[in-house]
């Protein structure tokens, strides 16, 4: 079962393209330790916003949910960023 998530993010405290990069290279980060693929692959221009989109793979639908929500809930407490959208779909092989 694979999960892909696309999302919108606000980044009210970017002053620049700078700190953009700063922040999204975190999130990278942090998603990665948690064996979650992602990639910028939008708004690469606007400093205040970014698009992600996340792709995680488990072995069951519910697993699946279960890594997903976790991925949610630290974006939710990441204090940089907001999320204006997400957009999921699960894939099942």
């Known amino acids: 079962m694979f999960c892909n998530v696309r999302l919108e993010l606000d980044l009210p405290y970017a002053s620049s393209l700078k700190d953009k990069r700063q922040t999204v290279r975190s999130l990278r980060d942090r998603l990665r330790r948690k064996n979650v693929s992602i990639v910028e692959s939008g708004n690469q221009d606007f400093w205040q916003r ?10 069951s639908r519910g697993a699946a949910e279960e890594k997903r929500e976790e991925v949610r ?12 959208d997400w957009r999921e779909e699960f894939v099942k092989l």
């Open 50 to 59: 970014a698009t992600l989109e996340f792709a995680l793979a488990a072995v």
């Open 73 to 84: 809930r630290m974006l939710l407490n990441y204090d940089e960023v907001m999320i204006s």
